[in-house]
C-alpha cells in the first residue's frame, strides 16, 4: 500500500471578502503542484474588466 500524507489547506478570509464578491467570470488552471483560481466581472458594454 501507498503510504500518502493527508494535506490539510487553512483558508483565512477577512469578514469582508467572507460575505462574498460578485463574479460572474472564472478561469482555473492547474500543475500538479497548484491551481489557480482567477475570478472577474465581465460588465456588457464596457470594453475593460
Known sequence: M???KVQQLNIEL???EAEGIY???V???HSPA???IDFSR???GVPKA
Do not use: A, H, R, Y
Open 2 to 4: 501507498n503510504d500518502q
Open 14 to 16: 477577512g469578514e469582508k
Open 23 to 25: 463574479s460572474n467570470f
Open 27 to 29: 478561469l482555473i488552471t
Open 34 to 36: 497548484e491551481i489557480v
Open 42 to 44: 465581465m460588465v456588457p
